[in-house]
């Protein structure tokens, strides 16, 4: 009798099991000396979820920054692939990562966390998390979405994230719908553990403001109401201006964010007058769907890219003030899971990037009032998949601020870019800094370990640079913003822009 492939299958299912396994390790990413934190730990299948059966120990190497960590652990059946391990205490500053290994058949696997900034008086923290997930209710690719309560579920317990937005899609959802989203968002909201944030997405067609969302700060937020003909279509006859004028007679605070800004067939144009500096201080740069930067990059749009002035650095360079956010635009109701590869049923093509966004806020705290507080003055900067910490300033200005200065004035004659950064690869990641002034690349800084700190002084004059009557900035004014590129893997991580404004 003939071997057959279900015949190889059993004889090796102990190691294709196993490499369908992901471990992850998450840590916050700053911590102050002599803090207690956990250390969260999700071992997932290539499923997306949790693996309830995983029972391998794991060992984790000796730390000189941690006081007290245990050099094995083991899972039992009760945490189903889910562990948290409590009093964690840094009592060094420096650069935290923990690191463990797996032992398989003989041979050791490691495994690290995310990076951590440990420091003796910490001027903010980093929380992260996802600003653009869909569930069922949005009726939008409903062979894959799900019921809205697994994705704060998801995004607290197994990706471990800080914050997280469930944004469906207007045309999907009915009163009931909202009310349902809305208690959702209140039960799952924990200030200072977990912040969830109350939201929805409305499309625009073309010419009209393309794609948003919209969040809110409070719990109370209300849908627009869609006229007959917007029903039904992800390409609504309705202004996005339209929309503004509701939610600001409406009295709930709330911001608007734009996605997919240069997606071919439902763009937004920044050569027309659909951008408002006080409604929408951010710009999503970045989802599984593509990148927005500018037109040439390797995050090619699925359905292709506009031939319209509607590209993030197209909107700056028309005074447009934005900071930057990534995210997943996950339709599987399972942020940052392993199923972000998901295909049409039946179908063999792959219709999406390898990697879901992430958001960085530099807030105070975990609520969702301080990552508002903090979006809106773009204090924020978007990765496509990893916690990669990334801080950057012109002079004493952190990314997202504007400085003011006058003519010929001196402060800022003598402009140091200073940028710390730390990967989340250990060893070699081979790493680009690009620094981008007003749209030109005017420096490629090489990372060649995992951590780096560089100061880039801008000797050009000042006065020359100055970009002048643009459409929605009166003011000459100049920017800086960060590219970091890993090679080999292709992931970035874009930083907000520094502005520097005459008065």
Same mark, same amino acid.
């Given at each position: ?10 004889? @090796? ?64 059946? @009760?945490?189903? !692939? ?39 008086? &910490? ?22 979405? $799900? ?24 045309? !999907?959802?009915?009163?009931? $719908? ?60 309705? &202004? ?43 710009? @999503? ?49 399972? &942020? ?63 990314? !997202? ?103």
């Amino acid at each position: 009798m003939s071997t057959t492939v279900f015949d190889m299958i059993k004889k @090796e299912k102990t190691k294709i099991y196993f490499n369908t396994r992901c471990v992850l390790l998450r840590i916050p990413s700053i911590l102050k000396v002599g803090e207690s934190f956990s250390l969260f730990i999700s071992v997932i299948n290539n499923d997306g979820l949790p693996d309830q059966s995983f029972n391998l120990p794991i060992y984790f190497e000796e730390n000189s920054l941690l006081g007290k960590l245990p050099k094995t652990i083991k899972f039992s059946s @009760e945490d189903k !692939g889910l562990l948290t391990i409590k009093g964690l205490v840094p009592n060094l500053t420096g650069i935290l990562r923990i690191s463990a290994k797996i032992r398989y058949q003989n041979e050791y696997f490691k495994v690290t966390s995310n990076p951590c900034w440990v420091e003796e008086n &910490p001027a903010h923290r980093i929380f992260w998390g996802d600003l653009h997930v869909h569930s069922i209710l949005g009726t939008c690719q409903v062979h894959e979405t $799900k019921e809205p309560e697994l994705a704060w579920l998801y995004a607290r317990d197994v990706s471990h994230h800080d914050f997280l937005a469930v944004t469906d899609h207007l045309y !999907g959802i009915t009163p009931a $719908k909202w009310e349902l989203l809305k208690k959702l968002a209140k039960k799952y909201n924990k200030p200072g553990v977990f912040s969830a944030i109350l939201a929805y997405e409305s499309s625009h067609k073309s010419g009209l403001g393309g794609d948003n969302n919209v969040y809110f700060s409070g719990d109370t937020g209300k849908i627009f109401p869609l006229p007959k003909e917007a029903q039904g279509t992800v390409k609504s006859p309705v &202004p996005l201006k339209t929309l503004w004028k509701f939610l600001d007679k409406s009295g709930d605070d709330y911001i608007t964010i734009p996605h997919h800004t240069a997606r071919k067939e439902k763009y937004k144009d920044f050569e027309t007058d659909d951008y408002n500096k006080k409604r929408e201080p951010v710009f @999503e740069i970045y989802s599984m769907w593509g990148s927005s930067e500018r037109k040439l990059n390797q995050y090619n749009f699925w359905r292709g890219r506009s031939d319209k002035k509607s590209y993030f650095q197209d909107a700056l360079l028309n005074g447009c003030k934005y900071g930057v956010v990534a995210s997943g635009d996950d339709h599987t109701t399972m &942020p940052m899971s392993q199923l972000i590869y998901a295909k049409e049923p039946f179908g063999t093509k792959i219709n999406r990037s390898p990697h879901a966004g992430l958001t960085a806020v530099l807030a105070e705290k975990n609520t969702v009032k301080s990552i508002f507080e903090a979006v809106r003055k773009r204090r924020c900067y978007g990765t496509t998949f990893e916690k990669t910490l990334l801080d950057f300033k012109v002079n004493s200005t952190i990314q !997202g601020g504007t400085v003011t200065i006058k003519h010929n004035a001196d402060e800022m004659k003598k402009r140091f870019l200073k940028i710390k950064i730390s990967d989340v690869c250990l060893g070699d990641p081979k790493g680009l800094i690009t620094i981008v002034r007003n749209n030109k690349e005017i420096c490629v800084l090489k990372l060649n370990k995992s951590d780096g700190e560089f100061v880039y002084e801008d000797k050009e004059k000042l006065e020359k640079l100055f970009i002048k009557k643009s459409r929605f900035n009166p003011n000459p004014f100049v920017y800086y913003y960060i590219r970091y590129d890993k090679e080999g893997y292709n992931e970035t991580t874009w930083s907000s822009p520094i502005w520097i404004e005459l008065e």
